[in-house]
């Protein structure tokens, strides 16, 4: 259930921007978060769709989602693996003394813009 508040994270994220870019209309937000996140998509969808038509400037707005693959780190034998299929243990030496290196995080990866002619498309930093 914790999609309804990211939302209502990247809403707010997204508005501000837009105050601050002087940007009407939104037409696509990217969304990047890890394989190991918790975050369920679906819910995220739906979560999107009902919480962006309450928002003129975001409503109507397509929301789009890329998952950032898990990968663990070994400090045993320094070796980066696919955490989904090998876990917490090392698959090269078989020890559990890893972490998790990428893939439960969430960020805003771009927004895109319309504007009067053609459309615009920002990371997410701000940058064209």
């Known amino acids: 259930m914790h999609e309804l508040g990211l939302v209502n994270y990247v809403v707010k994220e997204v508005d501000k921007f837009a ?3 002087g940007v009407d209309k939104i037409k696509t937000v990217t969304l990047e978060f890890g394989e190991v996140s918790g975050i369920v998509p679906a819910y995220l969808y739906n979560y999107w769709d009902w919480y962006t038509k309450k928002h003129q400037m975001l409503e109507g707005t397509k929301l789009k989602c890329d ?27 078989g020890q559990g003394n890893t972490w998790l290196l990428k893939g439960n995080e969430m ?7 319309f504007e009067d002619e053609e459309g615009g498309s920002y990371d997410q930093s701000g940058n064209a």
């Open 19 to 21: 105050k601050e870019n």
């Open 67 to 93: 998952e950032i693959p898990a990968v663990s780190w070994c400090d045993d034998c320094k070796i980066s693996y696919d955490t989904i299929a090998y876990g917490k243990t090392c698959p090269k030496c």
């Open 107 to 113: 960020r805003i990866k771009s927004i895109e813009v």
